[in-house]
C-alpha cells in the first residue's frame, strides 16, 4: 500500500510552515524535497566517509570510490539499461545534454544539417543546439503541440528529411505535463536512421522508464527532482553512440595516460566524466533512487495519476481558471492563468501567503510561452508527497486570489 501519510513523515521539511500556515509545496517540477535517508547518507558521507574517488589507495578513498561507483548500476536499474556501463555520471540534465552537443552532435553535423526539436522543449534542451546553429549552420525544426497540448509522434516523425541527424524532444513537459510517445518516435526515426535524445528531466519522476523499451539513443537525468541532491545527474547513451561520441570535457580521470606529445583516454563511461565529480551528491543520488524504487515506481505513478485527476475535476469547476495542457497523456502538473488575475508572479505571492509553493514564469520554455501566445502562467507541480487535501488548499487559495483580483 502507498501510504502517504508515512511517506510525508520522510520528508522533514513537509512538517514545517511558511508564512505561518503547513507548507503545501506544488514546486516539485523545479526542484524536489529530499527524504531523511538522503539527507542522511549526504551528512554521513561527509563526516565519516569523505575522500576523493578514483585515484587513491588509501582505505577512505577506495570506501568513498566504491559507494560512489555503486551509484552507476543503481542509475542503470532505475533506468532498464543494460549495463551500468551506459550510464555516464555527471551534474545533471543540463551538463547531460550540452555533452550530447559536443561530444556527438558537433563531430558528426555540417552546415545544413537539422535537428528536430519540440516547442514544448526546456532550455536546456535548445540552447544546446543554438550553439550549433549559430556557430556550424545546423537547423532547427520545431514541431508544434495541439491545442490540447499533446505531441503527435508522426508530426515529429514527418519532419525528418535526408539532413535530419537528430531528434531531441522532452518524455514530459516542464510546463503542461504532457508526456510524449517517446517510444514511438524513435521506432519511426531509427527506420530512418535518425538518434533521438530524450530529455527525461521530468519524465523519469513520474513513471517508469526503460530505456531499452523506449529505444532511445540518449535519455538525460537529473538527482534533485528526483528526490536527490543538486548538481547530480546521469545521462544514458546507447553503447553504439557513446562508441561514436569524442570527449568534451579535458582533466583528470578521464585519461589513462598523458606525455608531452600524447593523451590516450579512459574506457568510456570514465572517458566522458573529466575532474572531481559530485561524488556526494551522486551518493545521495543513489540513495534517492534506492528511496524511489522501494516506494516502487508504479506506485508512486498511481499516486500521482490519482492527484492529477483529482486536481483536474476541481479545477474544472473553476470557470475563471485556465489549465493550459489538457491532454490525458499528462502528468499532475498544471500550469495556468487566471481571468482577470495579475501576473503569475502575482498569484503566486498569494498562494504563497496561504503557505503554498508554486512557480511563476516562464519556465524556462520561450518557444512554448511564443505558442500559447503568454508571457508567464503559473505552475503546480505535484510529487510523490503530495495529496488531495493539499490540491484543496490550492483551491481554495486560488478562491482567494480570483476574489482579490476580480
Ligand atoms: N529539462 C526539463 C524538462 C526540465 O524541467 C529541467 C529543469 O527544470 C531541465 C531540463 C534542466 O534540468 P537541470 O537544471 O537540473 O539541469
Given at each position: 500500500m502507498f501510504d502517504v501519510a508515512k511517506i510525508r513523515s520522510d520528508f522533514p521539511i513537509l512538517s514545517r510552515e511558511v508564512n505561518g500556515k503547513p507548507l503545501v509545496y506544488l514546486d516539485n517540477g523545479a526542484s524536489a524535497q529530499k527524504p531523511q535517508v538522503v539527507i542522511d547518507a549526504v551528512t554521513n558521507a561527509y563526516a565519516h566517509e569523505y575522500s576523493n574517488v578514483h585515484r587513491g589507495l588509501h582505505y577512505l578513498s577506495n570506501l568513498a570510490t566504491d559507494k560512489y561507483e555503486a551509484v552507476r548500476g543503481k542509475i542503470a536499474q532505475f533506468l532498464g539499461a543494460?549495463?551500468?556501463?551506459?550510464i555516464i555520471l555527471n551534474s545533471g540534465t543540463t551538463e547531460g545534454i550540452n555533452m550530447v552537443a559536443y561530444s556527438w552532435a558537433m563531430p558528426r553535423m555540417q552546415a545544413g544539417d537539422e535537428i528536430i526539436l519540440s516547442v514544448m522543449e526546456h532550455h536546456a534542451n535548445i540552447v544546446p543546439w543554438h550553439f550549433l546553429r549559430e556557430r556550424m549552420g545546423v537547423v532547427i525544426k520545431w514541431v508544434d503541440v495541439d491545442a490540447t497540448g499533446a505531441l503527435d509522434p508522426q508530426a515529429v516523425l514527418d519532419a525528418i528529411t535526408s539532413r535530419t541527424k537528430l531528434i531531441a524532444v522532452t518524455q514530459c513537459s516542464n510546463v503542461l505535463g504532457t508526456v510524449v510517445d517517446v517510444k514511438a518516435i524513435t521506432k519511426g526515426a531509427h527506420e530512418q536512421g535518425v538518434a533521438v535524445l530524450v530529455d527525461g528531466s521530468q519524465g523519469a519522476v513520474h513513471m517508469p522508464v526503460d530505456v531499452q523499451d523506449i529505444g532511445c539513443d540518449f535519455y538525460a537525468i537529473t538527482g534533485h527532482k528526483l528526490y536527490g541532491p543538486s548538481g547530480s545527474g546521469a545521462i544514458y547513451v546507447r553503447p553504439e553512440r557513446m562508441a561514436e561520441m569524442r570527449p568534451f570535457l579535458g582533466g583528470g580521470d578521464m585519461i589513462k595516460e598523458v606525455s608531452k606529445t600524447e593523451v590516450v583516454y579512459n574506457d568510456a563511461p570514465m572517458k566522458f566524466e573529466a575532474g572531481t565529480p559530485g561524488i556526494v551528491q551522486t551518493i545521495g543520488f543513489g540513495v534517492a533512487l534506492d528511496y524511489m524504487m522501494g516506494l516502487g515506481l508504479e506506485n508512486i505513478a498511481a499516486h500521482e495519476a490519482q492527484l492529477r485527476d483529482y486536481a483536474m475535476s476541481k479545477f474544472a469547476g473553476l470557470n475563471w481558471m485556465q489549465v493550459q495542457g489538457t491532454t490525458p497523456s499528462k502528468a499532475a502538473i498544471f500550469s495556468f492563468t487566471l481571468d482577470g488575475a495579475g501576473h503569475a508572479h502575482d498569484i503566486s505571492t498569494i498562494l504563497d501567503k496561504k503557505g503554498v509553493a508554486v512557480r511563476a514564469g516562464h519556465h524556462c520554455a520561450g518557444p512554448l510561452m511564443d505558442h500559447m501566445g503568454l508571457t508567464a502562467t503559473c505552475r503546480a507541480s505535484f510529487g510523490l508527497y503530495n495529496t488531495k487535501a493539499e490540491v484543496d488548499v490550492l483551491v481554495d487559495a486560488l478562491e482567494l486570489a480570483h476574489e482579490l483580483f476580480a
Open positions: 543494460a549495463s551500468e556501463d551506459d
